[in-house]
């Protein structure tokens, strides 16, 4: 006798409804990551099992019309009946035929489309989330998951077994994922679990793996529809439905993978593994291998290894054991979860915050930093500037003033650590980002007194050092538990748009000492060349004595020798001196001699220009033809 | 028989468990508990204890647990005129915690700590804007300490929303607060860019002015040392030009002997030096020699 699953898959359909609702409505109270990723995949499983119900309807309208037919034909009532086409004979067959034809291969696409905008959709939202929301009401959760679970379960294996049994390939896909679901929901409450105990990302990372899962079923679906479009089609061979994942129907029913698993070690070692002893004391002690485990994980809380650098807050019920308050580096004995809890910290990290322009990933990379590039998101803070307190304000083009105030970048690392771990933890809800406002506090009060050029160049290492100082006073005033280390004021110059001028004027000073030095040089120069041409002009002076004084020896000397000459013949004396010193005296002048004296021709001579040859010609051209 | 037993031990276990987490919690140092019973506040518990804390289980009692250290957060980066009439943009981090989780419970939905922050926000920027606009910028920045009024404002600033906190009886109590920025809005750090700019050059222009001044002095005072050493050194020079003339003049009686062949030798010495180069000499056959010239071929 062949039932009716329609009500079967009626109930799967409802319940992946109804549990769908209940998982996504109590992961987003509760802020649970994991479930909200369950309730996508609840999601999908409301779709397969809407689609595989409603094709089950339509093969039981298929088969009733044949059976009416059979009825017909056996009263052979009107055999004419039969002579028609099919489409008009068998319309349930038909509908059916281009349902499986047209719907389910389009349906199967669409489900592909929104298995994978999901998953990428919940990666990059699961990608956002640095630290996850505390859970609401989380032991409530974990039992409301846990009993979702349970209900899942229960209608999943039924449906599952009855598929099985009747072999009834539409009402399998349905169950598949009532399982999957349940199995889902366990891990879920698993997750907020693990959340509860030493774990705080388990949830976030079940999350991540479920997206994963759900990639992998895409990429299935994918895979199935290209391996159907290459599907021999044999006429009276049921296919398995596109929508149906292998995937899917693995993760919910695992005991079918151990079962092709063992017929194919039957089948490799030509024996059947699966009967002999071994293998029959292992699935019967499966079960204890199960309660060991969770006995190992229990007992595994117990001990405690705290890694180099990490110190842990050891807390019983809540409260810090009494002298064992803080765990330092090695292993330690610890009552099992949860009645101890270990909170790990690492404490000997020099840990680094920024007061300012937060550091851009490819800062470190930068080779050479500008104050004209701008290299990190620019945060401008207030300075004071001395030059300008007296001036006063002055209007914006808005009519806004402008304060007498100047502008810094600033980006100052903060390098702490932890000193104090109980102070860290337990005085402040988040001491890091405390620390991060008191520096932040006392860089800004330390700069509206601070003068901008004394702080880029004299006081930059001074402010530092007050800096640093302040900054552990206001931790210490607040009981952080933590030792500031160094503030580093590198990163500390003018807003980029005024950076330019900041290197003009240094390049102005550098020129006004370039013109100083080149002055000094040429005031050098002078002076060397004063020196020297004095020591020429009194070298000169001294050569001209001393020929003077030589010439006027020798002369007197000449002329004492000359006199008895003279004196013996006067006029010859004189005629030869003066025939020896006129030849010297004239041999470089132009000498023009007339010796003519017989003609009246009038010379005229223009000795204020040279005297051209052809002048000359003319000249004597004059003189030899003279006027008539 | 045995497989049942051990399933019923593993059920048995995990029902127990699942039994203590439903019917006992846990406080940390760090937290305070809440507990209500259908929805009405019954018991406070602040600190923690040596075994866990009883319940029943939900929907009967639930269990809020709240954070009793000192959260902090910081609110929007505001505008608000100060006294002498700037425009300043002006930020504040508060560190606050509860005092009474009694009284701080039923203010905000489920003990939430985000809507206990969105209230505190909104006091502490109204106080903020307030204290902010009795002040002159000169008392926010200032170059001279003295005349700061830093940490008096931050003082200012928390009394006055600490009163509007009690007035609300929220539980709560603010342990500090700073202010965390200072800054100007986007046009008036344009004309700040422009001010800073202009001071640059002017900065710069002075730089140049004083090394081309500096430059010039250098040299005026390198063509004045220079000018006195070549003063000097021709003085010395007139002096050295004196003392041979001197000498030559000393020889001078030597050539009284015979003044006329003195004056002639000296004549000759003259011809000689002032005809020696770019001269020109038109001698007519009277001169000797040319004279000789006289009566030659050429003069018929």
Known sequence: MERNLQKNGLVNLVTLLL?????????????????????????????????????????????????????????????????????????????????????????????????????????????????????????VAMSLFALLALILFLIGRFSATIARLENHRLLRPSANHLLLAAYLCAFVALAVAGVKGEFPNTDLYVARGLVIVLGLIAVETVAILIFEIYRPRVKGRVARPLYDSRLVGVLAQPEGLVATAAQTLDYQFGFKVSETWFYTAFKQAARWVFLLQLAALLLSSCFVFVDPGEHALLERFGRPVAGREVLNPGAHLKW????????????????????????????????????????????????????????????????RKTPPVSLLTVSIPVQYQITNLVQWVYNHESSSNLLQQLATREVVSYLVSADINELMSSARQEAAMLLRDRIQAAADAQKLGARVLFVGLQDLHPPVKVAPEYQKVVSAFHQKQAKIIAAEAEATSTNTMAGAQALALTNTAEAERIRLELTATARAAAFTNQIPAYQAAPTVYKQRLYAQVFPRAIADARKFILVATNTDNVIQFDLQQKIEDAYIEQVGAAITQPKK | ????????????????????????????????????????????????????????????????????????????????????????????????????????????????????????????????????????????????????????????????????????????????????????????????????????????????????????????????????????????????????????????????????????????????????????????????PFNLFTGSVTNK
């Open chain 1, 336 to 399: 099992p979860w949860p009645m101890d809890k270990v909170y790990r910290y690492r404490t000997e990290e020099i840990q680094t915050l920024r007061v300012g322009a937060p550091e851009e990933e490819d800062e470190h990379a930068q080779k050479v930093v500008l104050w004209t590039v701008a290299h990190a998101k620019e945060d401008n803070f207030l300075v004071a500037n001395r030059e300008r307190v007296d001036a006063g304000a002055t209007a914006s083009p808005e009519g």
């Open chain 2, 1 to 288: 028989m045995k497989k049942n037993l051990l399933t019923i031990i593993i059920s048995a276990v995990l029902a127990v468990i699942f039994v203590l987490l439903l019917f006992t919690f846990q406080v940390r140092t760090s937290e305070v508990a809440v507990v209500t019973t259908f929805g009405r506040t019954t018991r406070e518990i602040t600190e923690p204890r040596a075994f866990p804390f009883f319940k029943w289980p939900w929907p009967i009692q639930k269990v809020y647990k709240l954070d009793k250290r000192i959260q902090n957060f910081e609110d929007k980066f505001t505008e608000a005129f100060t006294a002498d009439g700037n425009n300043l943009l002006t930020q504040v981090y508060v560190g606050w915690r509860i005092t009474d989780a009694k009284a701080f419970f039923p203010k905000f939905a489920g003990g939430s700590t985000v809507a206990a922050e969105r209230l505190l926000e909104d006091i502490v920027t109204a106080a903020k804007q307030s204290r902010v606009g009795q002040h002159p910028l000169g008392e926010l920045v200032n170059a001279d300490p003295r005349q700061l009024k830093f940490d008096a404002i931050e003082a200012e600033i928390r009394a006055q929303a600490q009163a509007q906190l009690a007035l609300q009886n929220c539980g709560i109590s603010i342990d500090y607060l700073g202010i965390k920025r200072l800054g100007l809005p986007e046009s008036v750090t344009q004309s700040v860019f422009d001010r800073m700019t202009a001071e640059r050059k002017g900065l710069a222009d002075k730089l140049d002015a004083e090394g081309q001044a500096e430059a010039r002095k250098i040299k005026s005072s390198a063509d004045l040392a220079a000018s006195k050493v070549i003063s000097t050194a021709e003085s010395k020079a007139r002096e050295i030009r004196a003392s041979g003339e001197t000498v030559a003049a000393d020889l001078l009686p030597a050539f009284q002997q015979n003044p006329e062949l003195a004056n002639f030798l000296s004549s000759l010495e003259t011809l000689e030096a002032s005809t020696r180069s770019k001269t020109t000499l038109i001698f007519d056959s009277r001169t000797l």
């Open chain 1, 19 to 139: 549990v769908g609702g209940a998982v996504f409505g109590l992961a987003r109270y509760s802020n649970v990551l994991s479930g909200q990723v369950a309730a996508v995949f609840l999601g999908l499983g409301v779709l397969v099992a809407f689609v595989s119900w409603f094709q089950m309807r339509l093969e039981d309208r298929e088969r009733l019309e044949k059976l009416e037919l059979e009825e017909m034909a056996r009263s052979k009532a009107s055999a004419t009946l039969f002579e028609g086409k099919d489409a008009e004979v068998f319309p349930a067959q038909r509908s059916r035929e281009q349902f499986e034809k047209f719907f389910v291969p389009g349906f199967t696409v669409v489900l592909l489309i929104l298995q994978g905008v999901a998953a990428l959709f919940l990666w990059r939202w699961l990608a956002k989330v640095l630290a996850p929301e505390p859970f609401r009401q989380e032991m």
